[in-house]
């Protein structure tokens, strides 16, 4: 093993960034990156033996220690940059960022692309049952059970964007390639054909479909409810590739389970990795354990733009991707 | 149950088409349809008994009795018309129906924008592991095996059209809006943008994906074998909604399993519905048991033209979608 470079710039890293798996060799011969989850400290030891002179924090959703309060905060008083490996910045106190100074750079739209494909893949197997399929055909039941339920067709389905950013546009567009009719809702009308609504509800009444593309914050915190799902109808169905927590999980097992809506494609949880057992048995819901952005290309742009912000950084040049830039 | 009303045309049913399922009460409303599943006597005594007054066939290439070759057709000396309720009509000795005017009718284009959903949702399936991922949850993996595999990015992907008719057309269109390289082969070139190949071996020499879209004829039989997979390569993927003995299927197995090839979607084997054992626990195969072209409302579109193309022939009409029309 190479002695750890002193000269090199130090990146505490917080949570457990899934860019580990891939390009671990890669960012630690550029950065000396403390990875808590290598050392026989705890966490929290861990954390104060570095704390006093870490500037730069590279950070994912995901796993312990992985969300960024201001109490955490205010453990590193020169910290100066914060880096998440995600698009969504739901796990970062920005607030606290911004009356500290601190700068935040995301994975912008570097999995947009990946995450829109998975959505609507989602889509196709739930409308056309294709799990459904994989599983009774390998458990050996075609030849025994000769008969297979009607699926529904993709085109002309009513497809309701919740949130039309990067992602929400391309799944729009994607689409509309299959003869689907979008509409949508999000913070502000778009240059697009589309309709847009301002009530999620609303577009619940005219939609068969949703597909939940918008960022957690405290306003779609809980958006799609019981309420929602009923103005969706016993045809609807659900596509989740953004947060677990837009929706009330167990009021969407509930209309599961009680036929209220058709079935679901989810890709995010409340409690991950945990999937509520309800869900597990169900024949009418595919379910994935929040893989929608990850593909060999996504990560290899992911790792150039977090390395390429860092350098950006220590060098004093403007991030690449930056959310909040003091 | 209603007395069975001579007066109607009657209709003799070969194979065991999926229609009778759904639409069995509105076609028995219009015709006279003889049922050789529903009676107690063998097939070849049901034929016998009605054989000499049938002048109309309805098939489908499913069930006993679905191949109408020129020695069963030989049974039937008055018959005129045979409508058959799939696209493909490889089933039918279309030869001896030239040869004796006997018109035939199939389901043309009903099916195929369903079928090309099916395809790209195979696809998509097969790329980012979708029913993998649902059985890695379902079974209850995620809080128990933390990673997964990196998955293949959907766009830029090289995607091999094998036959851009109907089908293979829409498939081509819904790729292209994710960003995916159409080239194709096909009996013809055709006015689309989309580079054309003569040869399906150079074909797979530029491709990632064949998508396998052509009808079974002699041409295309046994088409793709050992050969064309290797020039596909180890990142390769097949892709068959078409017909199973378009593809050699031990040689695609031995690729599949020997890692020659990445993966494959398969909606149709050789002999249906015996799917060769070796395919059932490959977690980078999709299974699915022929169902690619089955959705509510394809089925009442072939309800619809099914019994259009019969009222048409007893009126002495032109068909709706003839394959032969003497």
């Known amino acids: 093993m190479a002695e750890p470079n002193t000269e090199m710039p130090e990146v505490l890293v917080l ?4 860019i580990f798996q891939f390009y671990d060799e890669q960012l630690s011969q550029k950065f000396r990156i ?37 109490s955490l905060l205010r ?18 106190d920005l607030a606290e960022c911004r009356r500290r100074g601190i700068s ?41 059970q000769g008969d297979f339920p009607l699926c529904s067709k993709v085109g002309s389905r009513k497809v309701g964007i919740v949130g039309l950013g990067s992602i929400g546009l391309k799944v729009a567009q994607r689409l509309e390639a299959f003869g689907c ?23 619940a009444t005219r939609c068969d479909v949703l597909v939940i593309c918008c960022a957690s914050t405290d306003q779609t915190r809980h958006l799609i409810d019981e309420e929602v799902l009923l103005a969706l109808g016993k045809e ?25 809506i058709a079935g679901a494609g989810l890709d995010v949880f409340k409690n991950e990795p945990n999937v509520p057992e309800e869900l ?20 290899r742009d992911l790792y150039e733009l977090i390395s390429g912000n860092l350098e950006a950084f220590f060098l004093n040049k ?7 830039d003091d």
């Open 181 to 203: 009719i979008i509409s949508y809702i999000s913070r502000k009308k778009k240059p697009v054909p589309y309709p847009f609504y301002t009530d999620v509800h609303e577009l």
């Open 280 to 299: 597990l048995s169900l024949d009418n819901v595919v379910l994935s354990q929040h893989v929608a952005f990850l593909t060999e290309e996504s990560f």
């Open 15 to 18: 949570g457990r960034p899934t």
């Open 75 to 92: 453990l590193f008083p020169l910290l100066r940059l914060i880096v998440t490996t995600s698009a969504g910045v739901d796990h970062i």
């Open 104 to 144: 935040v750079a995301s994975a912008a739209t570097v999995f947009s692309e990946d995450v829109a494909d998975f959505a609507v893949g989602l889509l196709i197997d739930v409308l056309r049952k294709i799990s459904a399929a994989d599983r009774f055909v390998k458990n050996g039941l075609w030849p025994v």
């Open 318 to 324: 403007p991030l690449l991707s930056p959310v909040l």
């Open 34 to 70: 403390l990875k808590p989850w290598e050392s026989s400290l705890p966490l929290d030891q861990f954390i104060s033996t570095h704390a006093q002179s870490v500037q730069a924090v590279m950070c994912s959703p995901k796993g312990i220690g992985s969300q960024l309060s201001s």
């Open 236 to 260: 609807g169905i659900i596509i989740n590739i953004a947060r677990g927590d837009i929706i009330k999980e167990m009021e969407l097992i509930q209309c599961l389970v009680q036929g209220k």
